[in-house]
């Protein structure tokens, strides 16, 4: 008769696979912890915007084709937050002008920035071709449609 606790066993043998799973479970922590901070490492261009005074009724719809120009205070000129000079601004604008002849140039000044640039950048989207102009601007806290400071 043969009995199981009789025999001599045959040992431990090593492991030939890899356990994935610890890994997955990692990377997709890390996958979502990418995509929260993503948005938040965006490199944003800092400028302070001019304000007025604007209701909700002022403010018109997002147009369908447009293009973001953007000065800052030391007057260098950005192209969709990405740095242009004024030979390479005009040529964009040109072809923007050629795929789209409606499309709006929204324009971000700083409020330092003199007055003669924001000009200047305006003459260029006319010469290529955009008359539709926009200026972007900031809301005056405590106007209307603004959220009043919270009194102390």
Avoid: C, H
């Amino acid at each position: 008769m043969s009995f199981g606790g009789l025999e001599k066993p045959a040992g431990y043998r090593p492991m030939s696979e890899i356990n994935v799973t610890p890994l997955v479970d990692v990377m997709l922590v890390l996958l979502v912890i990418f995509i929260i901070a993503a948005p938040f490492m965006a490199s944003r261009l800092a400028l302070d915007l001019p304000q007025t005074e604007q209701s909700d009724a002022q403010v018109t719809q997002e147009p369908d084709a447009f293009v973001s120009i953007a000065i800052d205070p030391q007057g260098q000129t950005f192209w969709d937050e990405e740095p242009i000079s004024v030979e390479a601004l005009k040529q964009r604008l040109q072809d923007t002008a050629r795929a789209n002849p409606d499309s709006e140039v929204q324009l971000r000044a700083d409020a330092t920035v003199p007055y003669g640039r924001v000009v200047e950048l305006i003459g260029l989207s006319q010469a290529a071709g955009l008359s539709r102009i926009g200026f972007v601007t900031d809301e005056l806290p405590g106007a209307l449609g603004a959220p009043a400071a919270p009194a102390r």
